[in-house]
């Protein structure tokens, strides 16, 4: 005799919103058969009421390392972007910044930090 077969589980949306803009839209993403995440529009938040713009649609796509860089890029001496190391970016950064505050003063170099 033969049992039956186990249904699929299905898969259950997961409310979040999207992490593009200051208007956070809301989004649902359910996980597809393929390891890949399936965007919907969530009807009942108040800020897109069920609309999402393209960059909303295909936010998903940056989970994947095939769209993502997975080094830092210095350009080099013809100004193309080339893979390096990250104490070598880093230390790239930082003598930009004291070049920019020497040649500019210390007005010309700022950030913020969100308060806590």
């Avoid at 989970?63 to 880093?90: F, H, K, Y």
Wanted: hydrophobic content about 35%; overall charge neutral.
């Amino acid at each position: 005799m033969q049992s039956p077969a186990t249904p699929a589980p299905t898969a259950v949306p997961t409310p979040t919103h999207c992490p593009y803009c200051a208007l956070q839209c809301g989004m649902n993403l359910t996980p597809a058969a393929d390891g890949t995440l399936e965007v919907t529009e969530r009807a009942d938040f108040p800020v897109n009421r069920g609309a999402l713009c393209g960059k909303g649609r295909t936010a998903p796509e940056v989970l994947s390392s095939r769209v993502r860089l997975t080094s830092p890029l210095v350009r080099d001496g013809d100004g193309t972007l080339v893979p390096a190391s990250w104490p070598e970016a880093l230390d790239r950064i930082a003598a930009n910044l004291a070049r920019v505050r020497a040649e500019h003063g210390p007005d010309a170099v700022g950030c913020s930090a969100a308060a806590g």
